[in-house]
């Protein structure tokens, strides 16, 4: 692939401003090399990019007027500057599907689901006294999934979707939860 981490860290700086989407971008990379290092260790590098440009156009695609802008504005700049794959389009543009393209393989739907577990996570984070991911416990990201109240605009139907690619929810929030651990100080929790 014709895209490296600090080409695709590059990119991220140069169009997201956001500081908690350019922080969520670095959560959905590190879930992503979790998972692809369980169900595609020849591709991390791939699966860790696209984590870290899903939302590329998050500050400058309009989503909030037109939810289906966001994914092809990401696309079209990767091709503008002829960088990416056919692969890393699709999945990027999978991760949103109101965009027209469904998760139809391993790696879309690994995205589509990393996307918002990665939030929940956040949120659960956030709802304990000291703010710190390392007092999240698997059992609780488990529990809270059931409390459809809790974080109620989380995408739960994206998140169960891991299960359509072979892996177990409860195993894919232990590998959510440890991958954001190791990054915690990057994302501030």
Same mark, same amino acid.
């Given at each position: ?18 500081e ?10 590190a ?22 440009l ?9 989503? #909030? ?15 503008? #500057? ?8 699709d ?15 391993q ?83």
């Open positions: 692939m014709n895209i490296n981490r600090e080409q695709a860290i590059e990119l991220l700086h140069e169009y997201v401003k956001t908690h989407i350019i922080t969520h971008s670095y959560a959905v990379e879930v992503m090399r979790a998972l692809a290092k369980k169900l595609a260790p020849e591709d991390v590098e791939l699966w860790g990019i696209a984590g870290l899903h939302d590329l156009d998050e500050d400058v695609c309009g989503w #909030r007027e037109d939810m289906s802008k966001h994914g092809p504005m990401t696309v079209d700049i990767l091709k503008e #500057r002829g960088l990416g794959n056919q692969q890393l389009y999945a990027i543009l999978a991760h949103n599907p109101e965009n027209g393209k469904k998760a139809s393989n790696f879309e739907t690994a995205l589509y689901a990393a996307d918002p577990m990665s939030g929940f996570i956040n949120a659960i984070a956030l709802g304990h006294t000291d703010k710190k991911l390392a007092s999240v416990k698997v059992k609780s990201i488990v529990k809270r999934m059931k409390e459809t109240r809790f974080a109620a605009g989380a995408n739960r139907e994206a998140m169960w979707s891991i299960e359509h690619v072979g892996v177990e929810f409860t195993e894919f929030a232990e590998l959510a939860l440890e991958s954001m651990n190791e990054i915690s100080e990057v994302l501030g929790l």
